[in-house]
């Protein structure tokens, strides 16, 4: 599969602004003197179905070929891929299939089943995510939509940045969350072919940090076991997205669990809005490596807020 391009993201940003919400970018002066830059967040949050990944699934959806789209979609996701397919689904009027581990946040399956999406139960590995999604395929005809390791995918996901450098004019950097790669891949493409000045990083887990030792060590590491708060960035890379990181990115930063619950709550106290753990992450990698960030024009990338208001960490 070949990377997209910058023309490819703005051809997909055609599709997405039909269906997807242009998020809102956010300040605050107190997290700015507490960062130490000129922080602006691009709150995905507030995109439908709560994060970024509607962008991804909605092109991916309306761009199939309506013999194949009758049959339906199907994915593997721990939540917000898995709302966002069963939406767009919906908008599209297919059916949807999605296969979800046992340990999904209950939030996350009542969005997806609210969606109007049949839902399979597997154990959390990767394994049996991809052994049950198999099953669901062979017996639906459904086509897999990967939550990142697609090419209409990753451009949808690169529309946010897209709208970001249309909205802040002057930014040095942008950072967002990796887990799988597919916003991270997006973000890469568009801002260093259409702006290579930027630099771009990601943030990750120090307890899930694949992606940190596959881009050092250049081999493909899976994720076994993430244990990490952030829920949504326990996923490995692909080859694709490791790819693009490779050829682009200027780094990942790990942070540890105390950072991201730290930074979680930074922005809920002080911004007033609601943003799940791995959200959290790249802040957390700016307050633990202030010397990257310090004075700059910052682009974050909110990746989504669904969380779990029974089980906050704080």
Known sequence: ?????????????????????????????????????EAFFKCENFQKVGAFKFRGASNAVFNLPDELAKKGVCTHSSGNHAAALALAASLRGIPAYIVMPSNAPAIKRKAVEGYGAKIFTCESTQEAREKELERVQSETGAT?????????????????SLELLQEVNDLQTIITPVGGGGLFSGTLIYTKETHPSI?????????????????RDGVLY?????????????????????????????????????????AMRLVWERMKIIIEPSSAVPVAAI????????????????????????KLPF
């Open 1 to 37: 599969m070949n990377a997209p391009t910058k023309n490819d993201i703005a051809n997909a940003y055609c599709i997405v602004k039909q269906y997807a919400h242009c998020t809102p970018v956010l300040t605050s002066q107190s997290v700015n003197r507490i960062l130490g830059c």
């Open 144 to 160: 897999f939509i990967h939550p990142y390791e697609n090419f209409d995918v990753i451009c949808g996901q690169g529309t946010a």
């Open 199 to 215: 630099e771009v990083y990601a943030g990750e887990p120090l307890n899930a940090d694949d992606a940190f030792r596959s881009l």
């Open 222 to 262: 899976p994720s076994i076991n993430p244990n990490t708060i952030a829920d949504g960035l326990r996923t490995s890379l692909c080859p694709l997205t490791l790819s693009i990181i490779q050829k682009y990115t200027d780094g990942i930063f790990t942070v540890t669990e105390e950072a991201i619950v730290d």
């Open 287 to 310: 307050m633990q490596n202030r010397e990257v960030f310090e004075g700059k024009k910052v682009g974050i990338i909110v990746s989504g807020g669904n969380v779990d208001v029974e």
